[in-house]
């Protein structure tokens, strides 16, 4: 089960380091003349990335990792969705000079891509300059024979010859058994232990979805697996309202600081929607501080916390990272008042009743085209900015019915819209949001349908 999700704004303020932001008492950065914000945290002048060192193996991370799960796209010469390299190309270096050294990627993402376009870019740079980070993400054949080619194809997709932070990739879905089947009965978990030693990985550790038991029983492990860092879902809404079967990020979060284990952050922006909020969520939040961006909350609260390593954020263009750069550079902790302003903000984020998707694709390709997570991020926005209409005696009816008639055309085509789905539950067991993907695209469609027929 997870946690309570009613605490007190004293305990609230404890379990997420809000001890941690006095800094009275805490070491001096060397030449810098300033104190940092959390013991082992490596913390430049203005302008310059905030690192925090790995307790392992003392590498100095980037608070703002790379997230290569949202690389920009553009059409090939048959209009099929290619990575546009160049973009990527440019990202990076702008990415490495302004101090980010952490690029997460997968064998999986961006329909196999990632991982090669991601390599290419790195490749530039002298690779002591960055860590990377990839996984084994096999999901749908764990035979060892294949989980051993896609663990050498990373190898050969990212051009390098050790792999700093290796991950099992999405655990908790289907709990032990479902892990012993991926990693454990084909061998696979003792291979990636030997290879440890061998340093071709740096650092092992696996990335959680699931529910509070599996996570206890992944942390039991712990004494024979030696788990070197643990990526998880954290942010001011999951802190204590995670919602499906996933785990509130405070329980995780405590569960690993009492093994001395470090997170590293994954939806920091809870798939783009603390981005975009709810508009009167939004004034909220530029009222309090006019000169940060509304993501910037996001950004900072995550990094709050002294047990965490390093944020990652899918920045898909420029202006996307230039502002985490910002937030980061240097990092702001929050303060006790702020955490219980974000508390307050989330718990009023309980009541818009948007889809828990987060964009990861991982329910893509559709086998019957339906571009998934396109639907439910469009009736995110719609639900956000007040264009959703609870029936046809609502005040904002015809505004709503038009606005969202005419959107949900423009942004997705005919042919891969709700009205496909026939319920063949092929995308339910690979997200990682617990999501039942038919049931929301049969009540969107619902939705549709009585806007066009004006029985709402």
């Known amino acids: 089960m997870n946690m309570e999700k009613n605490i007190n704004r004293r305990e609230f303020i404890q379990k997420a380091g809000g001890t941690a932001l006095a800094v009275g008492g805490l070491g001096l950065i060397a030449g810098s003349g300033?104190?940092?914000?959390?013991?082992?945290?490596?913390?430049?002048?203005?302008?310059?990335?905030?690192?925090?060192?790995n307790k392992g193996n003392g590498d100095k991370v980037s608070i703002l990792g790379y997230g290569c799960m949202r690389w920009p796209m553009i059409k090939d010469a048959d209009d099929k969705d290619i990575i546009d390299q160049d973009a990527v190309n440019r990202l990076v270096d702008h990415a490495i000079e302004h101090g980010v050294n952490y690029f997460d990627t997968s064998p999986v993402y961006l329909q196999g891509q990632s991982e090669t376009a991601t390599g290419i870019a790195l490749k530039r740079h002298p690779r002591e300059s960055y860590f990377i980070a990839t996984k084994l993400s096999n999901f749908s054949n764990h035979t060892r024979e294949n989980s051993m080619l896609m663990y050498r194809k990373s190898f050969e997709n990212l051009q390098t010859d050790y792999i700093d932070y290796y991950l099992l990739h999405s655990i908790g879905g289907g709990g032990v058994a479902a892990f012993n089947r991926r990693y454990v009965d084909n061998g696979m978990l003792d291979f990636l232990m030997e290879e440890r030693k061998a340093g071709h990985i740096r650092n092992l550790g696996f990335s959680f979805h699931g529910d509070q038991e599996s996570f206890d029983e992944f942390m039991k492990l712990h004494e024979k697996y030696h788990w070197d860092f643990?990526?998880?879902q954290l942010n001011y809404v999951d802190w204590t309202h995670?919602?499906?079967?996933?785990?509130?990020?405070?329980?995780l979060q405590e569960e690993l600081d009492k093994r001395g284990i470090q997170s590293v952050i994954m939806e920091p922006l809870l798939g783009g929607r603390l981005a975009k909020v709810p508009e009167h969520i939004a004034d909220r939040l530029k009222e309090r501080a006019p000169d940060k961006s509304v993501a910037s909350w996001a950004f900072r609260f995550a990094g709050t916390h002294e047990g965490v390593l390093c944020v990652l954020s899918g920045m898909t263009y420029m202006e996307h990272l230039q502002d985490n750069l910002k937030t980061y550079s240097p990092l702001e902790p929050l303060t006790d008042k702020d955490l219980e302003f974000l508390e307050e903000t989330a718990e009023l984020m309980q009541k818009y009743p948007t889809v828990p998707c987060n964009d990861c694709k991982y329910c893509m390709p559709c086998p019957y085209g339906i571009d998934i997570p396109a639907i439910l991020l469009h009736y995110n926005k719609c639900v956000n900015e007040g264009e959703i209409a609870s029936s046809s005696q609502s005040e904002n009816y015809k505004k709503a019915r038009r606005a969202y008639l005419v959107s949900y055309d423009r942004a997705i085509p005919k042919l891969r819209q709700a009205s496909r789905c026939i319920g063949c539950d092929t995308c339910v067991s690979h997200c990682p949001q617990n999501i039942d993907i038919p049931k929301q695209l049969h009540r969107i469609d619902r939705y549709i349908e009585n806007l066009k027929r004006n029985t709402l």
């Open 34 to 53: 300033r104190r940092s914000a959390h013991a082992g945290e490596v913390q430049h002048p203005a302008q310059e990335m905030t690192y925090r060192t």
């Open 230 to 232: 643990v990526q998880i």
């Open 242 to 251: 995670a919602g499906g079967r996933n785990t509130n990020a405070r329980y």
